[in-house]
């Protein structure tokens, strides 16, 4: 099952922010990422000199049902949670320093329940790598190297140069297609229920066919997605690898179900800009699943441990 993006604010991945205090150390604050990079919340920590304050802090409609959290002089040598040596306080850890001193890290992990997450309130910063698979307009993507999802392209005015394959974009920012944000990148906004209803109901036809559906769906000037530069050389030629009669079956039926809106698992589209460019990348949408149930989420930070998964742990400098 493809897994997307929070249904929240966002911060950027990565990174952390700092809050001063006049009455104790600056409070150091990371997001809460769910399901590899979905931001739920956040999670702060300070320090008195004496204890250390973590705090979990989830976003809207979402419930945090168990944290972990390991503090310590050098990363976690274990990345099992239920091996940490502090658990199931709540929201909220204080725990001693002891002899913890200078630079140390911390693992917060959290089991939250996404299942009253809306579809409309996103926002994500991530990075992305596309691939380009040969099809017209399709693309694999992977956001924070996360397993390969599918990506349609929803603006014909612009380019994703297919011929710098597996280039990675080291900010991007995502919106749901249900959001003022999301429906401001898109053409033909007011068809957006119609788009997410073809996302939801194209088994069994071929891509080609999709992807000029979703044109003729949201953007203003499909006909440009129909020249395709074969050979990377700005000769643009006519891509006719569709076919018509099924392209047009598939838009009237989507138009007849604009007034769709995704349930708990079913497809809905992420709106995804590239950011920090010199020349204006192609506005994309990503297919991602609607949150719902349980979810695992760390303090964002890097990666740590042996086995290949997406624990995550960050530093902290005690009284900074």
Known sequence: MRKCINLSVIGIVAAMIVIASPLASAVVMVPLIAGQFMDVGSVTVDDDGEFLYVKFVV?????LIETHVYVGQGEPESSAPGR?????????????????SGTIY????????????CVDCIPFHATLRAYCPGFLGYLDVEINDSPMQKAWCVDTDHLINCYEIQKLYGDVIGYSSYSPEGAALIDIPEN??????LLNHDDGYEINDIQRAIWGLIDDFPEQGLLYDYFGDNEWKPNQFYHPDIVNALVNEALENNDYIPECGDIYAVVVKILNVAVEKQIIVIECNVPCGEETAWGDGYRFGKKKNWAMCFEYIIGQ
């Open 84 to 100: 940490f040596p502090y658990k199931n306080q709540g929201d909220s850890y204080k725990i001693p320093l002891g002899d913890l």
């Open 106 to 117: 911390i693992a917060a992990h959290a089991v939250v329940d996404l299942s009253q997450v």
């Open 59 to 63: 976003n809207e409609g979402v419930e």
């Open 192 to 197: 957006i229920g119609a788009l997410n209803y």
